[in-house]
């Protein structure tokens, strides 16, 4: 059960990452299967070569944003549909983790990772990584619910929810497709490096699937917690990823079930499908 | 205060569907004009204020505010000196956001939006102040999301948050049409108030013929991309509503003979 929260805890970054770009900015971005792995690689890489771990997470989440960036320019520049264009990146990033790994997998077990100086400090191993992982995810919720209810936070949300009304009150909604999309891919960066360095590895092939977990997350999130506002919706993101993981987990390993590993997108794919259904079944009726 | 010279906006140019909307219209407003706009649907009403807001731009010609010329800035840019209120009344808010969101949004236009709190006490104070003018109750309930209200009190809004940071000039475009006749007249008063009390140089579209003649200083009719009537003084409040019938029968008239020619 500790993994599965702890795995949960990670992914909150990317059910943020996620809600920040389809909720607040409305893009949706599949760059995100591949800047997950990208923050993995370049953090994996770095700490191989002897760097800090902070900087090789920074380093993880400042690739990741480019690639988000990447996307945007795609987008606002060029008018490429922003799915597609996220697509594009996505794909790119394959070949690019390859080429900053040099290889498909690079182990980090025996490495030292910014959670090393906190094994030994009393606290049991085992909670050592869901206790840290669980105060990083309050430090970058309270920071992303300030940033949004600032005026540049306000500006943003604007500019996903009425880009006509934005521009008309003087918000020049490319900058901020540009700035959110960097800040929800360096989140996923930061989930990427986190995961690595949690979990001992890096692999080009962890990403696959990253978006969907990361709806699943945002959505589990709006089921259970609906319309309180911001801080809800930020808190419902971290709820909903911890909670997906703790079904994903109960449903395979109950052999009643008959569910094996491998059948995991399947699972996610019904639960996800499940949840965009459920609110509708309820109102009564599926004629809307 | 605003100067439109040799305005001329095609759609679609170059393509078999090319629609000029604008052509070659010349145009000057004084500072504090209430200028009425009308016209046949297609005349173009539309598009000048799109034009003027930056959402169009010209294909020849050139827009001046405020002795700027704006003719290639963008709308966001525009809108320090342009403020919008469009015919939708979803279209000039968020309606995810709060009422107090969407004014502080309209608060900071300007000026840098930076990492500041939005909704500073100051602010606050101000929203509930000049909300509360508006006679609506809303003050009470600025923590609202804008979607749970009516068509008509976000109208009400968005001419207030027009207002803010004082732009100087006012765009409206119908924005009464979509409201029930009680709540239209409410938004008709209090824009003659707004504008009045804030000295605002505005621009009105308007189908109703009582609106454009009862509001404003000046009325001008547009039709198939040209100005074909501009009236204001004396001359103006002369005119009765017929007599505007009258004249807008006449040039549509005449097209329509036009047209028979070419069928003919």
């Known amino acids: 059960m500790f993994g599965a929260v702890e795995l949960g805890l990670i992914y909150a970054f990317v059910g943020l990452a996620v809600f920040l770009a389809f909720r607040v900015l409305d893009f949706p971005d599949l760059t995100v299967d591949g800047s997950f792995p990208l923050g993995a690689a370049v953090c994996a890489v770095l700490i191989i070569a002897g760097a800090n771990p902070w900087l090789a997470t920074l380093a993880g989440m400042a690739a990741a944003a480019c690639a988000g960036l990447v996307t945007a320019f795609l987008n606002v520049r060029f008018k490429i549909l922003h799915l597609l264009a996220s697509i594009l990146t996505m794909i790119a990033l394959f070949s690019v983790n390859l080429r900053i790994m040099g290889r498909p997998n690079i182990a980090l077990l025996t490495e030292q990772t910014i959670l090393t100086p906190f094994y030994g400090l009393g606290l049991r191993d085992y909670l050592v990584r869901p206790v840290f992982l669980a105060a990083l995810v309050i430090v970058v919720v309270v920071g992303l619910g300030l940033f949004l209810a600032t005026d540049f936070g306000l500006a943003m949300r604007a500019t996903g929810a009425n880009p006509r009304m934005a521009r008309a009150q003087g918000i020049a909604t490319d900058r901020y497709i540009y700035v959110g999309m960097g800040l929800s891919n360096a989140l996923v960066g930061l989930a990427g490096a986190l995961f690595a360095q949690t979990n001992g590895f890096a692999d080009v092939t962890a990403g696959v699937g990253t978006i969907v977990v990361g709806l699943a997350a945002v959505i589990v999130g709006e089921t259970i917690l609906r319309f309180r506002g911001l801080w809800w919706a930020l808190i419902g993101c971290v709820l909903g990823s911890i909670l997906y993981r703790i079904a994903i987990q109960l449903a395979l390993s109950s052999g009643s079930l008959g569910l094996q590993p491998s059948d995991l997108n399947l699972a996610t794919a019904v639960l996800v499908a499940l949840a965009l259904v459920l609110p509708r079944l309820r109102k009564g009726g599926m004629t809307a | ?264």
Do not use: W, Y
């Not at chain 2, 009425?36 to 009403?45: C, E, M, P, Q, R």
């Not at chain 2, 003018?133 to 001419?159: T, Y």
């Not at chain 2, 207002?163 to 824009?191: C, K, N, Q, W, Y």
């Open chain 2, 1 to 264: 205060m605003i100067r439109v010279e040799n305005l001329s906006v095609t759609f679609a140019a170059g393509t078999p569907l090319a629609k000029r909307a604008l052509d070659g219209v010349d145009l000057s407003v004084a500072p504090g004009e209430f200028v009425s706009l009308i016209g046949s649907n297609g005349a173009g009403k539309s598009t000048l204020l799109s034009a003027i807001a930056g959402d169009i731009t010209a294909s020849t010609g050139r827009v001046i505010i405020d002795g700027e010329d704006v003719t290639r800035q963008s709308t966001a840019r525009r809108s320090r000196k342009v403020a919008r209120v469009f015919q939708d009344p979803l279209a000039g808010s968020c309606g995810q956001l709060t009422i107090e969101e969407n004014l502080a949004i309209a608060a900071a236009r300007g000026a840098p939006r930076g990492l500041r709190h939005a909704l500073t006490h100051q602010r606050r104070a101000l929203f509930r102040e000049r909300v509360g003018s508006l006679g609506l109750g809303l003050e009470a309930r600025l923590h609202d999301r804008m979607a749970l209200l009516s068509g008509g009190q976000r109208q009400a809004l968005a001419l207030l948050m027009a207002t803010f940071s004082r732009s100087g000039v006012l765009l409206l475009d119908e924005h009464t049409a979509a409201l029930d006749p009680g709540m239209a007249e409410f938004v008709i008063d209090l824009t003659r108030r707004t504008v009045s009390e804030h000295k605002l140089t505005t621009l009105m579209v308007t189908h109703s013929m009582r609106q454009a003649l009862d509001l404003g200083t000046r009325t001008i009719m547009l039709h198939e991309g040209k100005v074909v009537l501009d009236v204001k003084g004396s001359e103006r409040s002369g005119l009765g509503v017929d007599d505007l019938v009258k004249m807008f029968r006449r040039v549509r008239g005449q097209t329509l003979d036009d047209d028979a020619l070419l069928i003919g």
